[in-house]
């Protein structure tokens, strides 16, 4: 087997790299630092780190229900984008089931709107 | 662009299935729309109505024998048999699931989030009426099982195995009392079932490397041809093997069993012992008939020493037992060692044990949940044995039903539990497997133990202070318990006609 197949992939794995470590790289030069509180903080999704609350208390899930809800839509953003693409080809029988599809996802969204999973409070 | 071939698709054969996944939708956008106080009263008949749908498809598609939705899908004798105890076991589960009149509010916690203990907690427990989520949950899990049963390609099969787990592990975390035990048992089954899953996963990777298909009737053409590393066979069979062994709870993959079955509400309980394992066993005789016909010589000893461990750890291990729902459990891993004997007589008489077994079986343990949700106390349903001791004084009815289940599940003649005993045994004979008839009849003295010294105890102890009351069940409850207990009996007395269907369905499609 030819290795050739695998240039494209290493040369983007490249591009990757080099940009993650110019982008680091050039923000350390010129982006403007103004610390404040926040930036100081860890980063956790919606629990305080520290002090840390009695028996590991509750901590609000908002942050992973929109998370999810994303993550969802996000998936059915991946599945439109080549059925648009080969929209002709799969024709009436492409477009049913595209719909029936998308009224499942429509489903689960309705049950989180109306339980209340899109109030922030 | 418009040479794309569309897989030609069979909607009546697949119908069973639309149904069961439209019916969950439904639901779940009855739970979106409908107030709360009216979401039971809908969801209900809903469910037993989607069932009895499924089931008149099921029935209608009877005789058929074809592959449809490319090769995805196989919709042959054993698929529709199963497909068709699937519905039927699961809308006696749901009576159970549907019962109110025992506690108020139902089985299910109203607001699983609320922390354990809180004040709200304390609020919910006197009566808040619980999460109707319960029933759109179980149709998925049903709709999955369905799927399971009838997948003819391992992806398709792992897809399935996926839809009908995940709604098992979140109903397991709903039991309205002992919250805490729920939840250790949901997060359990959860992450060791996560685990069985990859393991699954990995094992159909190995089985593409090997046979370059996961067609099962690709895969048997590659394994009749010998052809290929029988390295990768045989670690991608086995690690496929860990996977279905771990649903239908085979020892060492029972580790989970007696947890969640204590843990979750009892309906559940039953649902799983029930619906799961007729699910499980029907993919395991499908990957090991259809797929791996041509390495039976190679994995029947490995399954073998399995199902005699099964049996082994189920009985012994049921002797200790103090809890009734852990007594259950273990009684349920031992059966599984006696249904793993059938399915290894690899002849077609092995094919319809397997499945007169997992009727009767299933049958015969919602029954007996069904008498575990009725004896409680102030705190909800007592499992604790001691507590059993003396129930033959206080409520005979009940005891004697309940006695007459225990005597099913140890086999004695006039119940179910002798005749399927007997039919896989028979079948493993048949099959030249003489070492597992031996095993299977030693374990089966065995495991009679427990069962008796309950009997024994509940009917020759006198009843004490701590002994509890038998509720009276309500209508759906006793719809459940006469349905189990009629059928332990009728495949007691008259096992004929169920041993003919079984025997005109074992025909798996290739």
């Not at chain 2, 103090?322 to 459990?329: E, F, Q, S, V």
Request: aromatic fraction near 12%.
């Amino acid at each position: 087997m030819s290795l050739s197949a695998y240039v494209p992939i290493i040369a983007l794995f490249a591009l990757a790299a080099a940009f993650a470590l110019f982008s680091v790289g050039v923000s350390q030069i010129v982006g403007p630092k103004r610390y404040n509180r926040a930036k100081l903080e860890a980063y956790e999704c919606g629990i305080e780190p520290s002090p840390q609350p009695v028996g590991g208390g509750r901590f609000p899930i908002k942050f992973y229900l929109t998370a999810m809800l994303f993550i969802i839509f996000d998936i059915e953003i991946i599945f439109l984008y080549p059925w648009a693409v080969t929209f002709d080809a799969l024709g009436l029988f492409g477009f049913v089931e595209m719909i029936l599809f998308i009224t499942t996802v429509f489903i689960a969204y309705a049950y989180v709107w109306r339980r209340g999973g899109l109030e922030w409070d | 662009m418009n040479d794309l071939k569309l897989p030609a698709i069979d909607y009546a054969a697949l119908a069973p299935m639309l149904i069961l996944f439209g019916v969950a939708c439904l639901g779940v956008l009855v739970e979106a729309a409908v107030p709360r106080a009216r979401r039971g009263l809908v969801q209900v008949p809903l469910g037993l109505l989607g069932l009895v749908a499924a089931l008149v498809f099921v029935i209608a598609e009877a005789g058929t024998r074809k592959r449809t939705a490319g090769e995805a899908i196989a919709i042959d004798g054993p698929a529709l048999f199963l497909q068709g105890a699937i519905i039927v076991l699961g809308v006696v589960a749901l009576l159970l699931i549907a019962e109110r009149s025992l506690e108020p509010g139902g089985p299910f916690v109203a607001q699983p989030a609320r922390p354990v203990g809180s004040e709200a907690d304390r609020s919910q427990a006197a009566g808040e009426g619980g999460a109707t989520e319960a029933y759109p949950l179980v149709m998925f899990a049903l709709a999955g099982m369905l799927l399971f049963v009838a997948a003819n390609d391992l992806l398709t099969m792992f897809v399935a195995l996926e839809v009908f787990s995940l709604p098992l592990y979140l109903l397991c975390a709903l039991a309205r009392r002992r919250r805490l035990l729920s939840q250790e048992a949901a997060l359990k089954y959860f992450l060791l079932g996560a685990y069985a899953s990859a393991f699954f996963l990995f094992g159909i990777a190995l089985i593409y490397g090997y046979a370059g298909a996961i067609t099962f009737s690709r895969i048997h053409q590659a394994v009749t041809a010998g052809t290929g590393s029988g390295v990768l066979l045989f670690a991608g069979l086995a690690l496929l093997a860990i996977g279905l062994l771990f649903k239908a709870a085979a020892a060492p993959f029972h580790v989970w069993t007696p947890d969640v079955y204590q843990g979750a509400p009892t309906p559940i309980t039953s649902l799983m012992a029930a619906c799961t394992k007729t699910a499980a066993f029907g993919a395991l005789l499908r990957v090991l008939y259809v797929g791996f016909p041509g390495a039976t010589w190679d994995f029947r000893p490995i399954i073998g020493v399995i199902a005699i461990l099964t049996m082994l750890v189920g009985a012994v291990l049921a002797v200790t037992q103090t809890d009734m729902k852990r007594l259950l459990a273990y009684s349920s891993i031992a059966n599984a060692g006696y249904l793993l004997v059938g399915v290894l007589a690899m002849t077609p008489e092995g094919v319809s044990s397997t499945l007169f077994y997992l009727v009767a079986y299933g049958f015969t343990v919602i029954a007996a949940f069904a008498v575990v949700t009725l004896v409680r106390d102030a705190d909800g349903e007592a499992t604790h044995l001691s507590r059993w001791a003396g129930l033959g004084r206080r409520s005979p009815l009940f005891a004697g039903v309940f006695t007459f289940l225990l005597l099913a599940f140890a086999g004695i003649p006039l119940t179910s539990g002798f005749t399927s005993k007997f039919a896989v045994f028979g079948a493993a004979f048949g099959g030249g497997q003489v070492w597992l008839v031996v095993a299977g009849v030693v374990t089966s003295m065995l495991l009679a133990f427990p069962y008796l010294r309950v009997v024994v105890m509940m009917w020759l102890s006198e009843p004490g202070e701590s002994t509890p009351s038998v509720s009276v069940p309500g209508a759906f409850t006793s719809a459940a318990l006469v349905i189990g207990v009629l059928v332990t009996l009728l495949l007691g007395v008259l096992p004929g006609p169920l041993l003919d269907l079984t025997t005109r369905a074992g025909d798996f499609v290739r």
